[in-house]
């Protein structure tokens, strides 16, 4: 091999590692202790660090499931030693990381029982189980998969969540059917926390425009009155 090809090969190479590491996740394994719940998918650390569980995400307060998540977190990690995979922190300084309590993963115990939606953009070694945990619970129909009685009342006609043009002008549309002969009150969420009240008349339909709402790259559709789940829809 010429001396200016085994060169080249050689950065080749190195610049292929460097690369690797630069945008390879770095994940930092290490022991904390849990001193406080603060809700079904935030903790507390004796050293004052906030953690926030990745991967998963919890009912809001005044929502449906927010005490029983919470007191099942408590239940499974309150004033114990836990193995944590920090993940570095999100935008408001928590720590995003996977936690263990002895052989149960904490985050999987939430999503399993029914009492957290995954909830993931960007993949790690943990998401592929913490969605096919999902998939059983919604089978289940455990926890928050429960169905409401009048579920099949309401038809998701079409969401629409590209919006033309620019982002962010208000461009994402929503519209339900009621084909039941009766009024609803129900609650419409994303994956993340935006949640709106809403109404619909008995055989009529709702329609709702958004901005920079639904995520391009994938999120979920959940309308849920106070007895159940009315339509799931991810994209």
């Given at each position: 091999?010429?001396?200016?090809?085994?060169?080249?090969?050689?950065?080749?190479i190195v610049t292929g590692v460097l690369y690797y590491m630069a945008t390879e996740e770095v994940?930092?394994?290490?022991?904390?202790?849990?001193?406080?719940v603060i809700d079904g998918d935030t903790v507390e650390t004796s050293g004052g660090e906030k953690i926030r569980l990745k991967g998963i995400n919890t009912?809001?307060?005044g929502m449906s499931y927010y005490l029983e998540a919470k007191n099942h977190l408590e239940n499974l990690v309150l004033n114990?030693?836990?193995?944590?995979?920090?993940?570095?922190?999100?935008?408001?300084?928590?720590?995003?990381?996977?936690?263990y309590f002895g052989e149960v993963y904490v985050?999987?115990?939430?999503v399993?029982?029914?009492l957290a939606f995954s909830y993931y953009y960007g993949e790690d070694k943990h998401s592929e189980e913490l969605l096919d945990l999902?998939?059983?619970?919604?089978?289940?129909?455990?926890?928050?998969?429960?169905k409401s009685p009048d579920f099949g009342c309401l038809e998701l006609i079409e969401l629409r969540y590209k919006e033309p043009g620019e982002r962010c002008t208000n461009g994402e549309l929503l519209r339900i059917r009621n084909s039941c002969d009766k009024s609803f009150n129900f609650t419409i969420k994303d994956d993340a926390t935006h949640i709106y009240k809403e109404f619909i008349e008995k055989k009529g339909f709702f329609e709702k425009t958004?901005?920079?709402?639904?995520?391009?790259?994938?999120?979920?559709?959940?309308?849920?009155?106070?007895k159940g789940l009315l339509i799931f829809y991810r994209y």
């Open positions: 091999m010429e001396r200016k090809t085994y060169i080249l090969v050689i950065l080749v994940v930092v394994q290490k022991s904390v202790k849990i001193v406080r009912p809001e307060k114990k030693s836990v193995e944590l995979e920090d993940y570095g922190l999100d935008q408001y300084g928590r720590i995003l990381g996977h936690i985050n999987g115990e939430l399993k029982n029914g999902e998939d059983v619970a919604r089978e289940k129909e455990t926890g928050l998969w429960k958004f901005s920079c709402i639904f995520n391009d790259d994938g999120d979920s559709l959940y309308v849920i009155d106070d």
